[in-house]
């Protein structure tokens, strides 16, 4: 009776998950393109709003990295719009043309978030470095992600469900799980970057305080982004993985 009973839990258990799922999967999605819509918005607002330092981005990045004793780290412009980023292996902060050249409150939280991040790698902060860990495996595991979905439904399609389609199944599963992984940790990593942007901004003199505020609403936005992300791929992780423990049930 006991068995019984608990195979009634885990079969409630495995399809209440795949309903809990389907119902927020689609706030989820509207979530995700809400924010994406939201922080370009807010950045395009507070562009306009020039700061009393009157620094560029670019002059602001040099600052705090001198503040900081990160002289040897690179400042290069690069194409396109809030694709300001850090990178690593050249030790390089890359501002974006809407960032680089620009006075507003919104450049200088983008330029100092960026090198919030630069900040990160000479401390050795933890997170950023398991998030640079699971760069090599995730380029190289996603390009089959995709690939292995696909040829699953086509095998269940034309033989049922078997031990090989499920295998595959199985395999995405783990991929997208360590994709869900890296989602997670992005959010302390972006977080803590904006965190150490705004006491940076303050501590320099480079904003006052009514200005790091609009920063914070900048920086707030884009942080939105990467939760809403994370939140999306968490249900897209519980539905494949409900849907291949229903297989095996079934």
Not at 67 to 80: D, S, T
């Amino acid at each position: 009776m006991l068995t019984f009973n608990n195979a009634v839990a885990a079969i409630a258990t495995e399809d209440m998950i795949l309903v809990i799922v389907g119902l927020c999967f689609l706030p989820a999605l509207i979530w995700m393109l809400v924010s994406s819509v939201k922080v370009n918005s807010v950045f395009r607002r507070y562009s306009k709003v020039k700061s009393r330092s009157n620094m560029t981005g670019a002059e602001v990045a040099r600052k705090i990295l001198a503040e900081a004793g990160l002289y040897n780290v690179r400042i290069e412009p690069c194409k396109g719009n809030l694709t300001d980023h850090y990178d690593p292996r050249s030790d390089t902060v890359f501002l974006s043309e809407s960032t680089f050249s620009s006075t507003s409150v919104a450049a200088h939280g983008v330029a100092a978030h960026e090198v919030g991040h630069a900040m990160q790698y000479a401390s050795s902060y933890a997170p950023v470095k398991m998030r640079t860990a699971l760069v090599p495996i995730l380029s190289f595991s996603s390009k089959f992600t995709f690939p292995l979905l696909m040829f699953s439904i086509i095998l269940e399609i034309f033989m049922g469900f078997n031990m090989v389609s499920n295998a595959l199944l199985a395999v995405s599963i783990a991929i997208y799980g360590l994709y869900t992984l890296f989602s997670l940790i992005t959010l302390p990593v972006e977080y803590n970057a904006s965190s150490r942007a705004k006491k940076m901004l303050l501590k320099c003199g480079i904003l006052d305080s009514e200005e790091v505020g609009y920063t914070s609403k900048v920086l707030g936005a884009a942080a939105q982004t990467y939760l809403a992300s994370f939140v999306f791929s968490f249900l897209q992780f519980l539905r494949l993985l409900s849907l291949l423990l229903i297989r095996r049930r079934d």
